[in-house]
């Protein structure tokens, strides 16, 4: 079972940089703020991504002039950087990098590469989450879900996979007896985007800019709102996410309405939560509704009177 000699801690589980500020990053500055341990663990180095930011191409910008692949390598040279002032903003305790490659998009050449993430062999990449789950006694995990439809990208998916057998395998002194000793996590968090946030934040940009990002691809996507468990109230923490995007100054443009549409206090207004999906739990049951309202559920000690 947990053990309450640790300090409460979250482990979230990326697969490149940014990822971080665009999911789960007012969560993860709320339990900071709230004195919990908070652990980020980022699978690739985003060696794949391209400038999405064209105002960095104006003249006196760092990328003016440069060619296609000239870009490609400045970018991927400036990513940790990035990661760095965005987990800054978040407040994350410790950063760590699993130290593999960007595997790219799906059928495309980088899934080839012998160093990237999607090559990498599983039980030894399980094996380098183990090792950091051991090490920091992280009892809350959280990482992607089973259902990665809407953005079926290689990394993503196999950040779920050994997110889930390092949850299992954490805690079994069968499993890697030489990274550490066992711990076993108590709660499986998986990330979803609320249909339920996509309709309103589409309503909200409609009535404060007159247009919407949200394709009728988006609006008529299947959601996945009824396997959320737990909703967290993030509505002070809405600076984490814009600032941890704005980090990401080569990856996020920042006119784009998809990620700034809403300022700060209409997001608060139009959709104050942050939405989870309980997977596994060792310390009590699966809630059958969304009432759960804290990761720690189950896991505060109980207070002296
Ligand atoms: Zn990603």
């Known amino acids: 079972m947990s053990d309450v000699n640790s300090p409460l801690t979250v482990l979230t589980v990326h697969a490149h940089p940014d990822d ?6 007012p969560t993860l500055a709320k339990y900071k703020a709230e004195g919990a341990r908070t652990v980020l663990v980022c699978a690739t180095g985003g060696e794949e991504g391209d400038l999405h930011n064209p105002t960095l191409r104006d003249e006196g910008q760092p990328f003016h002039g440069m060619t296609p692949e000239e870009e490609k390598v400045k970018v991927a040279s400036l990513r940790e950087a990035e990661l760095a002032a965005s987990a800054a903003v978040i407040g994350f305790d410790e950063v760590v990098m699993l130290g593999y490659r960007d595997s790219g998009m799906a059928e495309t050449e980088p899934n080839e590469h012998p160093n990237c993430f999607h090559q990498a062999d599983l039980d030894e990449a399980v094996g380098r989450l183990v090792a950091v789950i051991r090490r920091v006694r992280s009892q809350v995990i959280i990482t992607y879900g089973d259902d990665q439809k809407g953005y079926p990208h290689p990394d993503h998916l196999k950040v ?5 057998l390092a949850f299992d395998r954490a805690g079994d002194p069968e499993w890697y007896p030489e990274l550490g000793e066992p711990f076993e996590p108590a709660k499986l968090y998986y990330a979803v985007w609320a249909k339920a946030r996509i309709l309103a934040v589409h309503e909200a940009m409609l009535k404060y800019t007159g247009e919407s990002p949200f394709s009728e691809e988006w609006l008529e996507r299947e959601g996945q709102d009824h396997r959320i468990t737990t909703k967290i109230e993030v509505g002070d923490f809405q600076w984490a996410r814009t600032g941890a995007l704005r980090a990401h100054a080569t990856q996020i443009d920042p006119s784009a309405g998809w990620w700034f549409g809403l300022d700060d206090q209409q997001l608060a207004e139009t959709y104050p939560w942050e939405d989870w999906i309980l997977a596994r739990n ?3 049951p699966i809630p059958e509704d969304d009432s759960e ?12 009177a």
């Open 20 to 25: 971080e500020a665009s999911k789960g990053a």
């Open 160 to 164: 779920h996979d050994i997110s889930v």
């Open 293 to 304: 309202r804290d990761l720690f559920a189950g896991l505060r000690a109980e207070v002296d």
């Open 282 to 284: 060792r310390v009590g």
